[in-house]
């Protein structure tokens, strides 16, 4: 969610599933120990602020215009062909 709303983000483990992150500068991954916990929270650079490896957040939107826009068709056809009569 921090990616998303773009809050910085300090991970406190040793490994995470969501690499691109790390790799964009958008999630800094420090650990479990304290020292490292504290230099990654006083030395986090916001990497990419505009990195949008997941879409642009509308997929949603898409896939139901595109529903939308196919029923429509469907039964534009069905009225055509004197579906009604």
Do not use: H
């Given at each position: 969610?921090?990616?998303?709303?773009?809050?910085?983000?300090?991970?406190?483990?040793?490994?995470?599933?969501?690499?691109?992150?790390?790799?964009?500068?958008c999630?800094?991954?420090?650990?479990?120990?304290?020292?490292?916990?504290?230099?990654?929270?006083?030395?986090?650079?916001?990497?990419?602020?505009?990195?949008?490896?997941?879409?642009?957040?509308?997929?949603?939107k898409?896939?139901?215009?595109?529903?939308?826009?196919?029923?429509?068709?469907?039964?534009e056809?069905?009225?055509?062909?004197?579906?009604?009569?």
């Open positions: 969610e921090a990616f998303f709303f773009r809050v910085p983000c300090v991970t406190l483990r040793k490994e995470t599933e969501w690499i691109d992150t790390v790799e964009a500068g999630n800094m991954l420090v650990g479990t120990e304290i020292d490292k916990i504290i230099e990654g929270v006083f030395t986090y650079e916001q990497g990419k602020r505009n990195y949008f490896p997941y879409g642009d957040g509308k997929a949603a898409k896939v139901v215009e595109k529903l939308f826009t196919e029923f429509k068709k469907k039964n056809k069905r009225l055509n062909n004197n579906f009604y009569s």
